[in-house]
Antibody, heavy 127, light 107 residues
Framework: QVQLQESGPGLVKPSETLSLTCTVS????????WSWIRQPPGKGLEWIGY???????SYNPSLKSRVTISLDTSKNQFSLRLSSVTAADTAVYYC??????????????????????WGKGTTVTVS | DIQMTQSPSSLSASVGDRVTISCRAS??????VNWYQQKAGKAPKLLIY???SLQSGVPSRFSGSGSGTDFTLTIGSLQPEDFATYYC?????????FGQGTKVELK
């Protein structure tokens, strides 16, 4: 059973860089898409971005200039770096696995994606 | 970005009630909607993917429907463990976006 675990500093100073790592256990990282999502206190979920098993990245345009997601297949880990943080970046940060599937819908192949495995989350405070 | 709007934002219900939560996309997203349940202090949990497929291990009282812009999550008979916040999510395009959440509370 695949499990994800976030790790990293819980407190980051304003203008510095937030760095988190997600360790994948019980399965290989060499497949799927690996995502970061965050949730500010008392608010909803915001997708930050993902990296594919081949290293292709996609980021939320609202954060793109400050975000880097990278992959270390030798350690079965992927990482998030968010630069120039402010108090608005205070949140619980989750890593998650995005899985893809396909089906025939109205006689046409249809591909879909969903986040089926999540880490427990780690709280990062910018102060 | 595709906006996902859930309604209601919160609801009060009793054990055994049938509960329906709606999610509307700002443009057509075919069937690329997923539903998650989040309990306080916990990570989201996948309930439904591709609009109507039940994730393995999720009770059959949960069901999803819809296509295009309008989607629904239904809880057939609300159980005590179902009091939580529910989010819809579109994975039709980048960036992935979530609804604002619907909190289901005990009446």
């Amino acid at each position: 059973q695949v499990q994800l675990q976030e790790s990293g500093p819980g407190l980051v100073k304003p203008s510095e860089t937030l760095s988190l790592t997600c360790t994948v256990s019980g399965g290989s990282i060499s497949s799927y898409y690996w995502s970061w999502i965050r949730q500010p206190p008392g608010k909803g979920l915001e997708w930050i971005g993902y990296i594919s098993y081949s290293g292709t990245t996609s980021y939320n345009p609202s954060l793109k200039s400050r975000v880097t997601i990278s992959l270390d297949t030798s350690k079965n880990q992927f990482s998030l770096r968010l630069s120039s943080v402010t108090a608005a970046d205070t949140a619980v940060y989750y890593c998650a696995r995005e899985t893809s599937g396909g089906e025939l819908w109205r006689r046409t192949p249809y591909y879909y994606y969903y986040m089926d495995v999540w880490g427990k989350g780690t709280t990062v405070t910018v102060s | 970005d595709i906006q996902m709007t859930q309604s209601p934002s919160s609801l009060s219900a009793s054990v055994g009630d049938r509960v329906t939560i709606s999610c509307r996309a700002s443009q057509s997203i075919s069937r690329s909607v997923n539903w998650y349940q989040q309990k306080a202090g916990k990570a989201p949990k996948l309930l439904i993917y591709v609009a109507s497929s039940l994730q393995s291990g999720v009770p059959s009282r949960f069901s999803g429907s819809g296509s295009g812009t309008d989607f629904t999550l239904t809880i057939g008979s609300l159980q005590p463990e179902d009091f939580a916040t529910y989010y819809c999510q579109q994975t039709y395009t980048i960036p992935r976006t979530f609804g604002q959440g619907t909190k289901v509370e005990l009446k």
